[in-house]
C-alpha cells in the first residue's frame, strides 16, 4: 500500500492564496487517478478536484473550478493543490486520496487510499 501525507494548510485571509502538497511513499503508476477532497464541520466529505497520474486530464468541482488548480510531480511523487481567492466557504480539512484507476471519480468510496489532512481556514 501507498501512504498520502498532506501539508501546507494553515489559517489565512479571504481572497489569500495556498499551495497544498500530497506526498505518497510507495510506488504509484501511470493508471492511478489522485484527488483531493474536503470536509468542514458538520457536512459529508466532498469532492474538489482529481487529476491522472499520467496525462493531462483534469476533473474540479464546480465551487472551485477557476480557483484551484491540481498539478503533479512524479519525480518526487507528489500532488499539488493551488487555491488563490480563498473564501470563507473553503474552510475545511483537505484530503489528498488514491485509486488504482484512470477514471477521475468524484465519489469518495471509489478511492483507495487516503491522507490524515491538513486544515485550511480562511477568514473574513
Known amino acids: 500500500q501507498v501512504q498520502l501525507v498532506e501539508s501546507g494548510g494553515g489559517l489565512v485571509q479571504a481572497g489569500d492564496s495556498l499551495r497544498l502538497s500530497c506526498a505518497a511513499s510507495?510506488?504509484?503508476?501511470?493508471?492511478?487517478?489522485m484527488a483531493w477532497f474536503r470536509q468542514a464541520p458538520g457536512k459529508e466529505r466532498e469532492f474538489v478536484a482529481a487529476?491522472?497520474?499520467?496525462?493531462?486530464?483534469?476533473y474540479y468541482a464546480a465551487s472551485v473550478k477557476g480557483r484551484f488548480t491540481v498539478s503533479r510531480d512524479n519525480a518526487k511523487n507528489t500532488v499539488y493543490l493551488q487555491m488563490v481567492g480563498l473564501k470563507p466557504e473553503d474552510t475545511a480539512v483537505y484530503y489528498c486520496?488514491?485509486?488504482?484507476?484512470?477514471?477521475?471519480?468524484?465519489?469518495?468510496?471509489?478511492?483507495?487510499?487516503w491522507g490524515q489532512g491538513t486544515q485550511v481556514t480562511v477568514s473574513s
Open positions: 510507495g510506488r504509484t503508476f501511470s493508471t492511478d487517478a
Open positions: 487529476m491522472q497520474w499520467s496525462g493531462s486530464s483534469t
Open positions: 486520496a488514491i485509486r488504482r484507476g484512470t477514471l477521475l471519480l468524484a465519489q469518495k468510496e471509489r478511492y483507495d487510499f
